[in-house]
């Protein structure tokens, strides 16, 4: 049984999936009122099972790449959900859409589970105009066993930049095994 096994591992392999999942329940959010990760922390030297989100030895402490996809997700949800038309689950892509009222931002959650890179463009219906720039966070690593550790804790750790908008369309080239944030100003 490899239920509770030393070679389960949060790695980036785990987390493109976990993201990808996710993108089903943020679609879904209607009916999917919450939902939770466990197990959440571990002690390096005295675990139940792994995998685990965060783990800690006397001293030092990481979060995993799933602990990192939790984190994209949970600063990014935006307060309302919105139609992502986007054939989702076809060609090993997933996607997501929010609007953030607060911040008036729509943002887009993609996945790319392959192992290439996938060009792709998001239109937007509905609105009147787009920022002129987004935030793109994106996270993904060398390799799908990569994982973080006590002395790499940011071996996988999403990484932010901005990228020019024209119109009202986001063109965007997918990183491979990857999770992109796409954050856009509402005009």
Known sequence: DKT?????????????A????????????????MA?????????????????LIWVDNLRSYGSANYQV???YSTNKGTHTVPALFNTGQDSLYASAVIDKNTN?????????APIEKETCFAFEGVKKLGVQALVTVLTGESLEK???????????????????????????LKPN????????LK
């Open 178 to 185: 990857s999770l992109t944030v796409i954050r856009v100003a």
């Open 18 to 33: 976990e993201a990808a999942f996710l993108t089903g329940l943020e679609r879904n959010a209607d009916v999917v009122m």
């Open 147 to 173: 994982v973080n550790s006590l002395d790499l804790p940011l071996a996988i750790s999403p990484v932010t930049a901005p990228m020019a908008v024209k119109g009202k369309k986001v063109e965007i080239s």
């Open 105 to 113: 931002e729509v943002i887009i959650k993609v996945v790319n589970s």
């Open 36 to 52: 939770s990760y466990a197990p959440l922390f571990a002690h390096v030297d005295g675990w139940q099972w792994t995998p685990d």
């Open 70 to 72: 939790q984190k994209l």
């Open 4 to 16: 509770v096994s030393i070679d389960n591992k949060n790695n980036l392999r785990t987390a493109i």
